[in-house]
């Protein structure tokens, strides 16, 4: 039988808080991007790397993580971390130019990545002797996630307005040493034998950067030039080689095996799909406040508000509910319909447009469909997987949902310069470019929603009353 940790729920407080910084480490960036970009020097289409260094790094390294948390000890992984976290933090709070920022937010996706699998992997060790505390343990952990991005987006606009941008990765040193100091809380845990497999994570990730950076690069040397090509070839053999490695070695990151389970590809594509639209109508509705509308970097993030704040009370307290009732599939098709058409509604934004017409109504929508599609996407990808591979699953599923982000943000971002979004001052040129992102990530929110309904199982997701309930009792519990 489990040992029953009497510090568990203290225990769960770190790790809660770790999720909420790792989720805000997302969310914080967007209204600080153009100060960070009159300050360092970034072009328009370059200011992505600020956000896509962290997350190439944070999703491309997310099977290495879980896998050295469960050989050398998640314990000793997290705390490992929270250190590169904080090293990268200062990195970026002190750049002076746009490569160390872009170092510097890749450093904090390497800690995120380390952190992020160990926190899970503790958490099962905490709460597995019940499954009733477990549903509860889970419903706090998961909740922490929409409140990492509302805070992000407040506190970014704090920051950025009456104190400056670094100060944004600044707060992660003082965090970060009280969380060290704290993990005396969290059970030790004995490492494992086996081996890592460096060159698959090396593959995969080196893969998804230079796929990444072709498609950045291809609007200024053209999507048909042998640069362009030739990175794009090196991209897919990077990729195609991890494949090969994670057939052919003895302990891979990924075994292939896993893609048998029901689901998991389905579940996958939805994700792939949900963040490759999702993330860019975050990065582009930050510019469009900021760059057209004329907002300061406070009213920016307050602007954003709503939206995080009606995210963060569907996916606590109704989407699990729904899930029980519906099933996945019907709440991933409907919810990729419904950020759709909220994208639809955000495309047709003016130069001389307003927050309550062209931006609130439209936000709150995306954000309706971003709140019904994701929860069920996770379940549906990790609901048909033995518990042996749930943790693998999830990685997994966590790992499309980053990759899809930044593959999405790369190309809409290519997209939006083509319109006119690189003309920073000319408002009606901007404005085009912006739209035509919004209007391309409702394409790909549309095609996923229609994908799933056609082609996902319909089973039911495994989700039960009882823990629809402990989701919703956990919320109200945290006031939303």
């Known amino acids: 039988m489990p ?75 997290f705390n490992a971390g929270w250190v590169v976290l904080i090293a990268g933090s200062v990195v970026a709070a002190a750049a002076q130019t746009a490569w ?5 937010r890749a450093v904090q996706g390497v800690g995120g990545a380390l952190i992020a699998p160990a926190a899970m992997t503790l958490l099962m060790i905490l709460f597995a002797h019940d499954p009733k505390e477990l549903g509860k343990a889970m419903a706090l952990y998961g909740a922490a996630a929409p ?9 970014g606009g704090v920051f950025t307005e009456w104190l400056s941008w670094p100060w944004i990765f600044i707060i992660y040193v003082p965090i970060g040493v009280a969380t060290l100091a704290a993990t005396k809380l969290l059970p030790a845990v004995e490492p494992r034998r086996g081996r890592v497999d460096v060159l698959g994570a090396v593959s995969v990730t080196a893969g998804l950067a230079l796929a990444v950076f072709a498609i950045v690069r291809a609007e200024h040397v053209g999507w048909g030039s042998s640069t362009t090509l030739l990175q794009l070839a090196g991209a897919a053999a990077l990729l195609v080689l991890f494949f090969v490695i ?19 590809g389905s579940a996958n594509l939805a994700m792939a799909l949900l963040g490759a639209a999702w993330i860019p109508m975050w990065y582009f509705l930050n510019l469009y406040l900021q760059q057209v509308l004329g907002y300061g970097a406070f009213a920016s993030g307050a602007a954003l508000l709503p939206m995080t704040v009606l995210l963060m009370i569907f996916m606590t307290a109704i989407t699990a509910k729904l899930l029980a009732k519906f099933g996945a599939k019907p709440l991933i098709g409907v919810g990729l319909l419904v950020l759709a058409a909220g994208l639809l509604w955000l495309s047709a934004v003016e130069p001389t ?8 109504p439209a936000s709150l929508v995306a954000a309706l469909g971003m709140s019904l599609a994701y929860i069920p996407a996770m379940m549906a990808a990790m609901s048909g997987a033995p518990q042996e591979q749930a943790g693998l699953a999830s990685g997994i599923v966590n790992t499309t949902y980053q990759v899809g982000s930044a593959l999405g943000l790369a190309a809409l971002t290519a997209l939006a310069a083509s319109q006119g ?10 404005t085009d470019g912006f739209s035509a992102a919004f209007l391309g990530a409702a394409v790909i929110a549309a095609a996923g929603g229609l994908i799933t309904l056609l082609v996902m199982r319909g089973d039911k997701a495994a989700v039960t009353a009882r823990q629809a309930d402990a989701l919703q009792s956990t919320g109200e519990q945290i006031g939303v």
């Open 421 to 430: 979004a690189g003309q920073l001052g000319n408002l009606p040129a901007l």
């Open 353 to 360: 447009g307003s927050f309550a017409v062209d931006v609130l």
């Open 3 to 77: 040992t029953v940790s009497p510090r568990r729920w203290w225990a769960l407080l770190v790790l809660a808080a770790a999720q909420f910084m790792v989720i805000m480490d997302t969310s914080i960036i967007g209204v600080a991007l153009p100060e960070m970009q009159r300050d360092l020097g970034f072009s328009q289409g370059e200011l992505q790397w600020v956000f896509n260094a962290y997350v190439i790094a944070f999703g491309g390294l997310l099977l290495l993580g879980g896998r050295l948390s469960d050989l050398l000890g998640a314990r000793k992984v």
């Open 246 to 264: 994670q057939k052919s070695t003895g302990q891979p990151l990924m075994p292939l095996g896993i893609w048998r389970v029901p689901r998991l």
């Open 147 to 155: 409140a990492g991005g509302t805070a992000g987006v407040f506190l």
């Open 100 to 104: 160390v920022e872009v170092v510097g």
